[in-house]
T-cell receptor, first 121, second 108 residues
Framework: EVQLVESGGGLVKPGGSLRLSCSAS????????MNWVRQAPGKGLEWVSS???????????ADSVKGRFTISRDNAKNSLFLQMNSLRAEDTAVYYC?????FGGGWFDPWGQGTQVTVSS | DIQMTQSPSSLSASVGDRVTITCRAS??????LNWYQQKPGKAPKLLIY???SLQSGVPSRFSGGGSGTDFTLTISNLQPEDFATYYC??????????FGQGTRLEIK
């Protein structure tokens, strides 16, 4: 079964840092691009970052997180990461990792269950 | 950036109805359009990719259409489990990948 499981969320003060992890199983992780998407409370979906397959051929960020967040992957450990620094209240959201498939930016399938990040003093 | 606009924002329907949700792109995106379903407290689930291809395991009452700037998601013979929020997503121009604001489908 193809599965993604996020971890690492929590409560952090403004200006603080968190590192999210996404553990993949059931597929050849290195063959796929991977993505982070977030959802603020009561809001819609917002793409955060993408990383290419294998040698991380590309890395992209939303303008809202550029310079503060860093995406990375460890293909040997079937893991995706999101290092989040200089966190702000507006970063409060459920963060999902999702496998990317297909041409262009691709479509996302499956998604993990999400991990909650709350930025508050 | 390509903006995605869904209509309506919310919709009430009854079991057995046929409903259509529209997604409009701010510029042509060919067929680079995908649809997701999200239920409260759950992760989104892929329904349709490349505008009209049905994801494996998704019931055939779901169908997608359109190309260029105008797209539709149609659900025929609504079932109780279909009441959820639906999002479109463009993958033509990346970055950024952009989603529509969502359409909430409620039981009448």
């Amino acid at each position: 079964e193809v599965q993604l499981v996020e971890s690492g969320g929590g409560l952090v003060k403004p200006g603080g840092s968190l590192r999210l992890s996404c553990s993949a199983s059931g597929f050849t992780f290195s063959d796929y691009s991977m993505n982070w998407v977030r959802q603020a409370p009561g809001k819609g979906l917002e793409w955060v970052s993408s990383i290419g397959s294998r040698t991380s051929t590309y890395i992209y960020y939303a303008d809202s997180v550029k310079g503060r967040f860093t995406i990375s992957r460890d293909n040997a450990k079937n893991s995706l990461f999101l290092q989040m620094n200089s966190l702000r209240a507006e970063d409060t959201a459920v963060y999902y990792c999702a496998r990317g498939i297909g041409f262009g930016g691709g479509w996302f399938d499956p998604w993990g269950q999400g991990t909650q990040v709350t930025v508050s003093s | 950036d390509i903006q995605m606009t869904q209509s309506p924002s919310s919709l009430s329907a009854s079991v057995g109805d046929r409903v259509t949700i529209t997604c409009r792109a701010s510029q042509s995106i060919s067929s680079y359009l995908n649809w997701y379903q999200q239920k409260p407290g759950k992760a989104p689930k892929l329904l349709i990719y490349a505008a009209s291809s049905l994801q494996s395991g998704v019931p055939s009452r779901f169908s997608g259409g359109g190309s260029g700037t105008d797209f539709t998601l149609t659900i025929s013979n609504l079932q109780p489990e279909d009441f959820a929020t639906y999002y479109c997503q463009q993958s033509y121009s990346s970055p950024p990948i952009t989603f529509g604001q969502g359409t909430r489908l409620e039981i009448k």
